[in-house]
């Protein structure tokens, strides 16, 4: 059974001062850009396969930097996650893997005229979210939204790990777009933004100073 809950209550702990301090990271890196969240590029290199090509769009939550990973496609139909969805108005639509953290938790970004409670906003009209009814809402047409991505678990960091991640260059920073969180050729997503992101570096070990 995938389990579903408030994004805010399911995907955090109390946070320590070192939990903080990473997340400020995080919101450091989305003051400089004008928004709420971050896209995090992972290097060439990266050793780790589950962010192997990798762009994560993190935001930090209540003292903690959470994200999804946004180009890992898993072809498995949404409509086998939620057999019980009548009326679904999206058939299409494929569930992502999010990351290597709680992969049986179900999350979701969507863009919408009108913020839903519940939510965090990453991006001006786009929202975060974790609820099963939110989501059946969506795909039944009772909350109308223009985009929809679903993922399967998460990514998260435990204190200080983030910050030293980057500051060794293991990810780039980059602004955040929709137009990338919603991207529908997900092969694209990690050569466009290496791209961007050789052309704009961002170091915070100099910028925080």
Do not use: C
């Amino acid at each position: 059974m995938r389990r579903f809950a408030s994004a805010s209550r399911t995907i955090t702990r109390v946070p320590d001062v070192r939990r903080v301090l990473a997340a400020a990271l995080v919101a450091w890196a989305g003051a400089a850009f004008g928004a709420d969240s971050i896209f995090l590029v992972s290097r060439k290199d990266m050793p780790d396969p589950n962010f192997h090509d990798a762009v994560v769009l993190v935001t930090p939550v209540e003292g903690a930097p959470v994200g999804v990973i946004l180009n890992r496609p898993t072809g498995i139909p949404l409509a086998t996650l939620l057999p019980d969805v009548e009326k679904n108005t999206r058939p299409g639509e494929k569930l992502y893997f999010g990351g290597p953290v709680s992969r049986q938790m179900v999350t979701f970004l969507f863009k919408a005229p009108k913020r839903p409670p519940d939510t965090i906003e990453v991006l001006d009209g786009v929202y975060f979210a974790s609820s099963r009814k939110l989501l059946v809402d969506i795909l039944t047409g009772e909350t109308p939204v223009d985009e929809l991505r679903v993922f399967a678990g998460y990514a998260g960091w435990t204190p200080e790990q983030l910050e030293g991640e980057v500051s060794r260059g293991d990810w780039h920073v980059q602004r955040s777009d929709a137009k990338t969180i919603f991207e529908k050729n997900a092969e694209k997503v990690w050569p466009e933004l290496d791209r961007r992101a050789s052309r704009t570096p961002v170091r915070f070990d100099q910028e925080r100073r």
